[in-house]
């Protein structure tokens, strides 16, 4: 069962940049602020249709930050992006107090995040603000899945109210999801169907999972529900508990440490209301370093074989036949037989 | 002794004076800081005593255009008090210039009330224009706001804020000040409430940022010196301001005023002790003796 298509690969921040270009035109309070790494974000796609309200400031996130707020408490709608390790992170005080305690109408751009910014290596890649963004009251915190659906994300953000933030990333992936796709904020969607195992992932991830959905229908004839949780705050609750109640056991999957991301926020709502064997899929508690992508998500762990593998054990669990011990050699094995 | 807290509802219109009318109004706001940092039992007494010059003719000179009854008139101008930790100055002045009741100065920090420790937006207190207490950010935020008017809407309106001195240590304070700079904000007055005053010291102990008037000059900005409760000062830098600006000078202003923290209470005065500290009764009522003078 074939739901998706890979139809090309595209950058997610080209979906970024696009959006902010086109609505420019029908947002005349719509205004950008740039730190120097606009070529890069992708917000110079709207500096160069609207020059006149796009703002400089220079490599100063937290400066840029709350003067987008202060453009925001001024009527504007305030976007400013960088790449997520300082958008996310070197404002993290701007962004608890001013952005969020304000509920400013700012949207922030976290552009090249994730292992998958590559080359750049550990220093640059973002792999935890989702932890901190999740925490954040009054937050919207979106990680779209493909081009077309960071554009679709982009513009619905900012055409809400208040605070969000939005996670894209550098490289080329492919491009899956169609014109009539829906994306409505906080709405989970289902990509597949099936009740033995539900696969919840966002980002990169989730055509990763469309992949391992796959195998496990040919290789085993499991049947994996397959979630694009684009929407990781508000998070939709009920596609979890309903995917906690007719599968049975979860694997989440995300380009994020497997603490405190995805993974962490599916486990807090099964906990409450449904409780079932999850396997959280992510970067494991490490830093990352130089690469190319496909070397780093290979190394890590961040491709469809882990979640394949994870899924497996999943079942084990849900099914009691899981063996602790065995846990370690069984994930190494199902690798080495893929 | 005993003392009976109560705050009458005066409030002062927002017009030319003489300096003696704003002694006065300055010395109303002090003691509606003593008052309700008594009844708070916790807050900061140093830094609002020392600013209630400056925001007295600020707010009732005729400077700061506003409208208590209309909080959002899209024509306002706008004030930040970036050092958010003086709020008790900025509850009395909007308390005075009828934005709510005086009565409500009387549940500053208090379980439910509107006048939180630090400016909060979420409380909708009338006049309050962003949440502040994080240093450095208020006046980030203003920056922002000034850049909207200037360069978005291209309208006059103005935006004043005020740091502390020892808020400067700060690195966002000087990313703000570059902003400010590049985009030649004349629309934008900054005031350091200079007390060398902070927590722990003086602050050219602590981290000195000193020069302040080569820096802020450095930065772009046109940098006034004056005396921070020198009221004939203030009122003609304010002007010279609100000309510059008029003539579209191109440059942001800056005015570091020299006061003294806890001013106008002597056993407050220039101690940077007080800095965080509220009065307990018998210092209150030594206080409010000597400000009714
Ligand atoms: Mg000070």
Excluded at chain 2, 102 to 118: I, N
Excluded at chain 2, 186 to 201: A, K, L, P, R, S
Excluded at chain 2, 237 to 252: I, M, Q, S, V
Aim: aromatic share 8%; proline share 4%; glycine share 10%.
């Amino acid at each position: 069962m074939k739901t998706y298509e890979k139809k090309g690969d595209k950058a997610t921040r080209n979906g970024f940049g696009e959006a902010l270009a086109e609505l420019g035109d029908v947002m005349p309070e719509l205004v950008v602020i740039g730190a120097d790494v606009t070529g890069s974000v992708l917000t110079s796609f709207f500096q160069e249709k609207h020059p006149d309200r796009f703002f400089s400031v220079g490599v100063a996130e937290q400066n840029a930050t709350t003067v987008a707020v202060g453009m925001a408490l001024s009527g504007k709608v305030a976007v400013f992006s960088s790449y997520s390790a300082f958008s996310a992170f070197r404002n993290a005080d701007q962004l608890r107090v001013s952005v969020c305690y304000n509920e400013a109408n700012v949207k922030i751009g976290g552009a090249h995040s994730g292992i998958t910014v590559g080359p750049d290596g550990a220093t640059h890649q973002s792999l935890e603000e989702l932890a901190f963004l999740r925490a954040l009251p009054n937050l919207t915190l979106v990680s779209p899945c493909d081009y077309l659906e960071a554009k679709k994300a982009t513009k619905a953000i900012c055409e809400m109210a208040g605070p969000a933030f939005i996670r894209f990333g550098r490289p080329a992936v492919p491009m899956f999801t169609n014109d009539d796709t829906p994306f409505i904020l906080g709405k989970a969607n289902i990509l597949r169907e099936g009740n033995d195992v539900a696969i919840i992932a966002c980002g990169l991830l989730v055509w990763q999972a469309l992949l391992a959905a796959e195998k496990l229908q040919e290789v085993h004839g499991i049947n994996a529900r397959v979630i694009n949780m684009h929407t990781i705050k508000p998070i939709d609750v009920q596609a979890i508990v309903d995917a906690s109640l007719e599968c049975k056991c979860i694997v989440t999957a995300e380009e994020h440490q497997v603490h405190g991301g995805l993974g962490g926020a599916v486990a807090e709502v099964t906990a409450k209301n449904s409780p079932v064997p999850i396997e959280i899929v992510g970067m494991k508690d490490t830093f990352g370093g130089s690469g190319e992508p496909f070397e780093l998500i290979e190394k890590y762990g961040l491709t469809w074989k882990e979640i394949y593998a994870s899924a497996l054990v999943a079942i084990e669990r849900k099914n009691g036949t899981f063996n602790k011990i065995r846990q370690v050699k069984d994930i190494a094995s199902y690798h080495e037989g893929l | 002794m005993d003392l009976k807290i109560e705050f009458e509802e005066k409030i002062f219109e927002n017009k030319r004076r003489s300096p003696d009318e704003f002694k006065i109004i300055a010395n109303t706001l002090r003691q509606d800081i003593i008052k309700s940092l008594l009844l708070a039992g916790s807050g900061h007494s140093g830094g609002p005593l020392g600013i209630a010059d400056l925001m007295s003719v600020l707010y009732f000179g005729g400077y700061l255009n506003y409208n208590p009854h209309e909080p959002d008139w899209k024509d306002r101008d706008r004030f930040i008090l970036s050092a958010g930790h003086m709020a008790p100055i900025l509850y009395a002045v909007l308390a005075r210039a009828g934005y709510f009741p005086a009565s409500e100065l009387a549940t500053l920090r208090k379980f439910g009330s509107r006048l939180q420790g630090h400016p909060g937006l979420d409380v909708k207190l009338p006049g309050i224009e962003t949440s502040s207490g994080s240093l450095g950010q208020g006046v980030s935020i203003a920056v922002g706001m000034a850049m909207s008017h200037k360069l978005v809407d291209k309208d006059s309106k103005e935006v004043y804020s005020i740091t502390g001195d020892g808020e400067l240590q700060e690195g966002i304070c000087w990313e703000a000040a570059m902003t400010a700079g590049t985009y030649g904000l004349d629309n934008f007055c900054w005031i350091v409430d200079n007390n060398d005053c902070q927590i722990d010291g003086r602050v050219k102990n602590v981290m000195s940022v000193y020069p302040l008037k080569e820096k802020f000059e450095a930065f772009g900005f046109t940098v006034f010196e004056i005396d921070g409760h020198n009221i004939v000062d203030i009122i003609a830098t304010l002007d010279k301001f609100t000309r510059f600006h008029a003539l579209r000078k191109g440059k942001p202003v800056c005015i570091i005023a020299k006061t003294f923290m806890g001013n106008g209470v002597s056993f407050m005065h220039d101690n940077y002790k007080w800095h965080g500290n509220p009065p307990n009764k018998e210092q209150a009522i030594k206080a409010l003796e000597e400000l009714s003078k």
